[in-house]
């Protein structure tokens, strides 16, 4: 029997689907065979009592086709008019599919800085469970036209791992063009193996073999229309499983298999899910907000947070990284740079730098002001 049983109960399912599954290849047109089927899925999921998001990539690949564009424009301007051509036209297509089965759908279009802040947050939060409690299908995408830089996803696969911790989601379907994982590149290497399933403590070795072949799963970035490849979906597992939801990554071209894998069946690359452990504000620190500088921490500071769940003292830092502000999020690194955790800074970078080493009844004397005992208050701090 697979390492994750079936799935009887109704459960709350993110299924994100990549351009390289809904696009022509070549033309960047959408294949409506395939929204058809993928429709017919999510509809059977709904009539089964499951609560379903829809995350859909595609907006800027649609564009293009609309307005005869050869290629992903580059200028991020020009990419953010054609998404604006192009999400208008998806959410059509998707709401005239789903029409046809008396589906209502909801388009939300989400950027990072809707995740940042914390009300924005819990607002997002509030409007994903009454969709669902509606009986609704939210199709999620970036919202490209108004996305800069320093705020945005920087691909579907991210967006949707997200959106999964953020909903407290039992599963996220990876939707893409190749039928799972392997160990090589099954068109270079008829000797390449299948990955059937992943643990969570196997993320990090299997993400670093990913990088150093961008092999694994026959193809590892994307298609001239897409953003993503293999090495994104591994990140995106990671998120996931660490926000204690199972994960899978399965053909775009077989929709039906959601249902199947839900059963038990052996589809795809299955990623076990950590136990749901971390609340709402934590999952929040963890991957909604942005990390603006690092922490680097000898091993005793290690052991303490780790092993023992406590705050972040001065005398454990042993370096600072990036320029940032008090109530900021930085990353919390080992001496090997790997990041353990992520936490809400009571200090500055320049404050910290002054501090590090020392001992939290000199902060004082050494700011010249009564601050804060700890750098990163235990209840502000998550292991990653």
Known sequence: MHPISSQRSPQTIVIKIGTSSLSHPVSGDLQLATIAKLVESVVYLRRQGHRVVLVSSGAVGVGCSRLGLKQRPRKISRKQAVAAVGQGRLIGIYDDF???????????????????????????????????????????????????????????????????????????????????????????????????????????????????????????????????????????????????????????????????????????????????????????????????????????????????GRSLLPAGITAVEGKFEANDCVSLCDRQGQEIARGITNYSSGDIERILGSQSEDIPRLLGFDGEETVIHRDNLVSI
Do not use: C
């Open 98 to 308: 789903f029409s046809n089965f008396q589906q209502p759908v909801a388009q939300v279009l989400l950027t990072r800085g809707n995740l940042i802040q914390r009300q924005h947050y819990m607002n997002v939060h509030a409007t994903f469970q009454e969709l669902l409690e509606m009986g609704i299908v939210p199709i999620v995408n970036e919202n490209d036209t108004v996305a800069v830089d320093e705020l945005k996803f920087g691909d579907n696969d991210t967006l949707s791992a997200l959106v999964a911790s953020l909903i407290e989601a039992d599963w996220l379907f990876l939707l893409t063009d190749v039928d799972r994982l392997y160990t090589d590149d099954p068109r270079q290497n008829p000797e390449a193996q299948p990955i059937e399933f992943v643990e969570h403590s196997q993320l990090s070795e299997l993400r670093q073999a990913i990088g150093e072949k961008q092999a694994i799963g026959a193809q590892g970035g994307g298609t001239q229309w897409g953003t993503g490849g293999m090495t994104t979906k591994l990140d995106a597992a990671r998120i996931a499983s660490a926000a204690g939801v199972k994960t899978a990554i399965t053909r775009g071209a077989f929709p039906d298999r959601i249902a199947a894998i839900l059963q038990g069946e052996n589809f795809g690359t299955q990623f076990a899910a950590q136990p749901k452990t971390v609340n709402a504000r934590k999952r929040w620190i963890a991957y909604g907000m942005v990390t603006l500088g690092k922490l680097w921490l000898d091993d005793g500071a290690v052991n303490a947070l780790i092993l023992q």
